[in-house]
């Protein structure tokens, strides 16, 4: 799979970079087609989530490893990051092949993205393998219920949070009043802080079977939201550290949504 393939990528360069090795760029692959209507189940969606978990993680590693390279004294440290990468990426993989559904795979199976001496630039490969894997989800057609009483409230209040996580990512802008688009970071941050609550309150009134899951979830993705939030009011200097921990906040929220996903699908 594209995933599973770009996500090796990334150990390789890193251990590429740590060793002062460099590879030649392969010719880039071509575009894959636009997806199809596709009908999923509510286990699919489980695995796919476990993915963007699995590869969430492995940024995170990347980014460790990209951090120790960016201070020459730390290169040592960064070469006993490398099994840990190595780890995350295993994990990526073992997590894509669990993907069953053949409409899903042929999906994720485009091209891996040109090899590339730079750690950053491999890095954003698997950001783009990513995003266009959940792009592909766009068309998905699901044969499930909708959900109703709690699981429908929690689904609401998952989907503000998660809105409030882009508004402050892609730097969302409102109409102006009277002068200059500006970010409005307090009308987003409230958002995000009803949507924590709502689900808060949700995952409390869920079956015990999914109580656990959806908890862990609101207090990960609570998370997210001030990484992101820090992310917007730090300096240049401070923003590595602060993107860092948003990506170990992300990999946790998905780990237990994909896990709320699967005990959803067990009933």
């Not at 009908?39 to 590869?55: E, N």
């Not at 730090?234 to 602060?242: D, H, L, N, T």
Request: aromatic share 4%; proline share 7%; net charge positive.
């Amino acid at each position: 799979m594209r995933l599973a393939r770009t996500s090796a990528l990334l150990a390789t360069v890193a251990l590429a970079f740590v060793s002062c090795r460099e590879k030649k760029a392969p010719p880039a692959p071509a575009q894959p087609p636009a997806p199809k209507a596709y009908s999923f189940t509510l286990r699919d969606l489980a695995l796919a989530t476990a993915v963007d978990a699995k590869l969430a993680k492995l940024s995170l590693a990347g980014s460790e490893i990209e951090a120790a390279l960016a201070q020459p004294k730390d290169r040592a440290k960064a070469r006993e990051l490398l099994p840990a990468l190595d780890a995350a990426r295993a994990e990526a993989e073992q997590a894509a092949q669990a993907v069953t559904n053949p409409l899903d795979r042929p999906a994720a199976s485009t091209p891996a993205a040109p090899l590339t001496p730079e750690l950053a630039a491999a890095r954003a490969s698997l950001g783009e393998a990513l995003s266009a894997y959940r792009q592909s989800r766009v068309a998905w057609r699901f044969d499930a219920p909708e959900p109703q009483g709690a699981e429908r409230e929690f689904a609401e209040a998952r989907r503000d949070m998660e809105k409030a996580e882009t508004g402050f990512m892609a730097r969302t802008r409102v109409a102006p009043r009277e002068e200059g688009h500006e970010l409005d970071a307090n009308a987003v941050r409230m958002s995000g802080q009803m949507g924590v609550q709502r689900a808060r309150a949700a995952a409390s009134a869920l079956p015990p079977s999914l109580q656990p899951h959806a908890a862990r979830y609101v207090t990960a993705q609570e998370k997210v939201l001030d990484a992101v939030n820090a992310i917007q009011g730090a300096s240049e200097g401070e923003r590595p550290r602060f993107a860092r921990g948003y990506h170990a906040a992300k990999a946790d929220a998905l780990a237990a949504l994909a896990d709320y996903f699967a005990a959803v699908a067990a009933r």
